[in-house]
């Protein structure tokens, strides 16, 4: 926000300098630099301007929360999570928990729980940003920001859902909180190398490897950034996949163990 504050800031003093009315100046900057701006948010999604959503278009600070959320957001779930079975299971404190309650529900009410927390979180994030670039940057207004930040918001649910399932999946194969960390993480990565597989050419011999692509949940985060519903909508389907084939791997892992 203070950085696209001063480049605007610099842009309209330059072209105050060269004589141009202070409500041209504005207005070419506007035209501008919405060009370049709907050109790189295009390049970030992975579309064509046409197929991006008009929420996301409308203001600045939505494209940039989206991308920041959506390259760093699995990280801080895999930090604040890592220990959602690890812990349980390292203190043994499971084998009294499962006298009251099965194995599949404990892991599902610490999923559900970290999930809301997680989702919270995100909220406030997003309000705080909203808040924060309104005040600072005088050309982004609370009108068209905030339908565009519901939306990402929204969409952030299923891809924290997604990555959750994986970090408890992780968390239940160590009873040690270091290499549960390193499992979790270590899995963010791999599902982003997966999806770097799909750019190897197809004259490649290594081209088979680019069928990786279709296993990484960050291949089906460009369809969030859509226009419609059935596109957006088939992105948040693959990520509640992803979500129940971690879960499952979660809880049968979990299942198996000895407590």
Known sequence: SYARREIEAAALSGLDHTGMDPIRAAAAYTLTSNTAYTQLVAFFAGASVEDLSASVLQSA???????????????????TSFDLIQGDLHNRTLCYTTLRASRRSILLAKFGAHLLML???????????????????????????????????????????????????????????????????????LLRIFSWLGFIPEASQYAPLALFRYVSP?????????????????????????????????????????L
């Open 119 to 189: 989702t919270a979180v995100s909220g406030l994030a997003a309000t705080a940003f909203v808040v924060m670039t309104t005040v600072m940057v005088e050309s982004v207004g609370l009108g068209t920001t905030l339908p565009g930040m519901v939306r990402v918001w929204m969409f952030l649910i299923p891809v924290v859902a997604a990555y959750l399932a994986l970090t408890a999946l992780m968390s239940t194969l160590t009873k040690r909180a270091a290499a549960a960390l390193a499992f979790a993480v270590g899995g963010m990565f």
């Open 61 to 79: 600070p939505v494209p940039v929360y989206f991308w920041a959320s959506m390259t760093f957001l699995p990280f801080l779930v895999a930090l």
């Open 218 to 258: 960050v291949f089906y985060q460009d369809g969030l950034w859509l226009s419609g519903v059935l596109r957006p909508g088939l992105a948040v389907a693959a990520f509640l996949g992803f979500c129940l084939v971690f879960l499952l791997g979660a809880e049968r892992r979990l299942g198996g163990r000895d």
